[in-house]
């Protein structure tokens, strides 16, 4: 069985950034030299300033959505995780509902 008490810390930090939009909360979770892609093969993001920059961009404090989560794997510090956000019909700009499937790699830090 995989630890995930740190990820899941983290993680539920994440989402309480997401749902404030306080770049302070945004920024404590990363590391100051943070690589924050937003999407498969683009730049990331550099940086804490960056990424709540982007992340304030959004808006989706504002909008409606759920997020699901399993942690897929673990070694050391690096954690894998699965999930998917999915935004209601009529929100995030499109008239139908919209579900993001990502697979992220996390990488904690003491």
Same mark, same amino acid.
């Given at each position: 069985?995989?630890?995930?008490?740190?990820?899941?810390?983290?993680?539920? $930090? *994440?989402?309480? /950034?997401?749902? %404030?939009?306080?770049?302070?909360?945004?920024? &404590?979770?990363? @590391?100051?030299?943070? $690589? *924050?892609?937003? /999407?498969?093969? %683009?730049?990331?993001?550099?940086?804490?300033? &960056?990424?709540? @920059?982007?992340?304030?961009?959004?808006?989706?404090?504002?909008?409606?959505?759920?997020?699901?989560?399993?942690?897929?794997?673990?070694?050391?510090?690096?954690?894998?995780?699965?999930?998917?956000?999915?935004?209601?019909?009529?929100?995030?700009?499109?008239?139908?509902?919209?579900?993001?499937?990502?697979?992220?790699?996390?990488?904690?830090?003491?």
């Amino acid at each position: 069985m995989i630890d995930t008490t740190d990820i899941d810390r983290w993680l539920e $930090r *994440y989402q309480a /950034a997401w749902l %404030s939009d306080e770049a302070m909360a945004i920024a &404590a979770l990363f @590391t100051s030299d943070v $690589r *924050y892609y937003t /999407a498969p093969f %683009s730049e990331p993001l550099v940086g804490t300033e &960056a990424v709540s @920059t982007y992340w304030l961009e959004q808006g989706e404090s504002r909008l409606p959505w759920t997020f699901d989560y399993q942690v897929v794997a673990r070694e050391g510090d690096l954690c894998v995780v699965q999930a998917v956000t999915c935004y209601p019909k009529g929100t995030a700009g499109a008239p139908g509902a919209e579900e993001f499937h990502n697979l992220w790699l996390v990488t904690l830090s003491g």
